[in-house]
């Protein structure tokens, strides 16, 4: 064969093979093009001030070598421990975040429960989360869907956990601890129109087991065993000692008081509050909760607030006891009517005579016992910061210059804390 053949046979092959190349290109659809997915809605991420975190075994002091790092977290409630120490926390992800800080906040220790233990809400000081000082401490859980109520409890300041069952998944009302192994634990169920069922549970060694004190579901006022009666919702709880303690009830009108003498076992009407010219215009009274102060195991007191539903305000005033609440003297105050977001969000007393009550963007304060009320110096920072975050979650006095307030802006899920080191006379973002 010669080359001339062979060239023309290369070229008639050629030829056929571009050929059909075409014919199935032209024949082909071209790929379609990939449609965006529509974007999905997202959900404001939860957000509040950068705090610096140290690793827990750093012991949270100054410590230029312990290894840190900041994050962003949203804060829902906080309660100071000491003059320099203090907890707060907030819930990410059905995960609580719990934080502790020994320098004021300048540095912080996640000591937060395992990220396992879910939690359907945020939980509040002296209801879900209670510490008697920065080494023990005790966190409910509530009960929710399949999962049980249980008791998460810490003696080495969070650096380990561990849980017991309480058996019983009603809603906590309350929690008290007067020492690391002493405490009780108050749940209700049932409630309607200012009634509820309460059960009464102690413990006597931290927390580990609980035992039953008393429940009311069969209450008689004349049982030869009283307990706390189902009308009237529980607002606080306060033992002064392993077998004294008092609970406060609110009820359609006046507050009530219920005390034992023997654990909780036992209860007994306290003192009645009497109706004061003060209250009598009120469309609902709102009882406050039960303090005593810390530098007195017998001297406390609790907000009263008369509710006015026209102008959606309430006016404050106090009841103080001097005897560990067996008696309580109602004292008027002379603070103008709270109105606003922020009205519900009462006056704190440190002691019998010295409080503060934040009402709009101005901090009062009194030393004659709500008396007489000084506005302090208007704070720039925290009048900046009521603007960006105006509703307040919390105020606290440790001593009568140091503060630390809460605030937050529900919308966005943010929220920043607040201290200062003057008496709320100027503020700075911790």
């Known amino acids: 064969m010669s080359f001339k053949t062979i060239g023309l046979k290369s070229v008639t092959l050629l030829v056929l093979i571009l050929l059909t190349a075409i014919t199935i290109a032209a024949c082909s659809s071209p790929p379609p093009e990939p449609v965006p997915s529509p974007q999905q809605p997202t959900e404001a991420p939860e957000e ?27 804060l829902t409630d906080f309660e100071l421990l000491s003059e320099s120490e203090g907890i707060a926390w907030g819930v990410t992800k059905n995960s609580l975040r719990l934080y502790i800080t020994r320098n004021n906040g300048k540095t912080w220790a996640n000591i937060s429960p395992s990220s396992n233990i879910q939690f359907s809400t945020n939980p509040i000081y002296e209801k879900d989360i209670f510490f008697t000082d920065p080494h023990n401490g005790w966190v409910i859980r509530g009960a929710y869907g399949i999962a049980e109520t249980i008791v998460l409890r810490t003696h080495n300041g969070g650096q380990t956990w561990k849980i017991s069952s309480l058996g019983d998944n009603n809603p906590i009302s309350s929690i008290f601890f007067i020492s690391p192994k002493r405490g009780w634990l108050l749940t209700s169920w049932g409630t309607s129109n ?62 009530r008081i219920f005390v034992t003498s023997d654990r909780g076992n036992h209860w007994r009407a306290g003192q009645p509050f009497l109706l004061n010219d003060n209250l009598k215009d009120c469309d609902r009274v709102i009882t406050g909760k039960p303090y005593l102060f810390r530098d007195s195991n017998i001297k406390g007191w609790m907000y009263v607030g008369c509710q006015t539903d026209k102008d959606k305000s309430i006016i404050y005033h106090g009841y103080f006891t001097a005897n560990g609440g067996d008696n309580w003297r109602f004292v008027p105050f002379t603070l103008r009517k709270f109105t606003g977001t922020n009205r519900e969000v009462a006056p704190v007393f440190l002691n019998s ?44 006095f440790y001593s009568e210059k140091l503060a630390w307030l809460l605030i937050e802006k529900k919308e966005d899920k943010k929220s920043i804390l607040l201290q200062s080191t003057n008496g709320g006379i100027s503020w700075r973002v911790m």
Do not use: C, H
């Open 48 to 74: 509040g001030q950068t705090i610096t975190i140290i690793t827990p075994d750093a012991e949270n002091v100054e410590n230029n070598y312990a290894p840190k790092y900041q994050i962003q977290t949203k």
């Open 194 to 255: 200012y009634k509820e069922s309460k059960a009464l549970y102690s413990t006597i060694n931290g927390g580990a087991t609980w035992e039953v004190n008393m429940q009311n579901e069969q209450y008689s006022p004349i049982s030869p065993n009283p307990s706390i009666p189902i009308p009237g919702l529980t607002t606080g709880m306060i033992f002064r000692s392993g077998t004294k303690g008092f609970v406060t009830l609110q009820t359609a009108t006046l507050p």
């Open 353 to 396: 005579y010295v409080g503060w009550a934040l009402n709009g963007n101005v901090i009062y304060q009194t030393k004659d016992q709500g008396a007489t009320w000084k506005p302090l110096p208007v704070s720039g920072v925290l009048q900046s910061k009521l603007k960006e975050y105006p509703e307040v979650v919390k105020l606290q």
